[in-house]
């Protein structure tokens, strides 16, 4: 991604991260008293509050954790934009190991500290963070979302998620074999954990035949027991199918994966997908389409984001079936400007966000 917001680039000059994206604050925390060190980055909050997870990670050092926060917080900007929501990029990093250091009143102390920014930061979870510590941050601040039901939150966002990823999928099938359904299709699904599962659910009820696979034993016997004809293998990347769904972990697209790849179509829920942005291309020169990961996992966020609104779930669910819009139309740019997907996807995304800065700062003309 790179940031065609026109600001003064570099607020922190840093020589290791030269693509720094001027993000309009950064705000360190720390309270001795329960060990909490923590880093908001705000990175754009021109269609509204920035909303992002809060990651909780034994970082190497704060330099670690700082361009970790950095780069995720830009990629918030770009994920609501691509789904249209009224809310801008932001996250958030605790730095330390989450099962040694996390107790409820590291958690409070930095729910205290998220008050402090008055709701220009709302958190969310993330690695090393759940509903239940959502739940206990959401005792000081309102400025949360991701909570369990019972707390009034919207609960496990998986199946929001996987529903998002099932609409983009169908959209890249347009593009790929001109019919916006998976009926027909082998579908290689890797890691079949919270949000792998339920797309093996839309899939079969699409009539696509699955492959599935996870290096969770225990995760692959409950898919093959809860649903018919699902086939199991160790590796699914080079797999013989027509879609490949990477639904586990990031970085799985690296330039020498990608000669193994024998599917048209790549389509999943995981983070960050290509290891480089180079391998992108590499998957173009190959004749393979690749769906822009913040793209087709903005389920959960649009169900976070429903949150703050108290948006029913039926209309929740409208808005992450838009998903499928959204992916034609980032795929449909990429075709007729000849550019990858990836770019068109932040086309798409930067149009939206200088479109209503234009509407912000346009003088009144009445
Ligand atoms: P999860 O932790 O429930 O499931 C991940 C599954 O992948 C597990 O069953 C795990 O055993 C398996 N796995 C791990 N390494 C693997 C490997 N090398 N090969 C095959 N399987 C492997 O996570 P969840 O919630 O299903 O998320 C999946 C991906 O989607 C993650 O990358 C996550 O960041 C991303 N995502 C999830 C969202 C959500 O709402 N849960 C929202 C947006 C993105």
Redesign the pocket.
Known sequence: MTLAIERPVGVFGRKDLPDDWAHEQVTYFQDPETGLRAIVAIHDTTLGPALGGTRFYPYEDESVALTDVLRLSQGMTYKSAVAGLPLGGGKAVILGDPATMKTQALLEAYGRFVQTLGGRYITAGD?GTNSDDLDVIGRVTEHVVGRNVAAGGSG???P??ALGVFQAMRAGARAVWGVPSLAGRTVGV????????QLIDLLIADGASVVA????SS?LERVVHDFRGVRTTGS?IDLDVDIYAP????A?LTGGAVVDIRAKLIC????NQLAHPAVERQLADRGITWVP?YVA?????I?VAGERESAAMDQVRARVEKIFDTTVEVLDTAKREGMLAGAAADTVAEARISSSRARRTSPCTR
């Open positions: 690695v496990d966002s998986a929001m998620t890797e890691g079949v954990g919270k949000v792998g599962y696979g996870d290096v969770n995760a699914i639904c586990a972990m990031g799985i999943g829920a995981a983070n990961d996992n903005g389920g959960g966020i169900q």
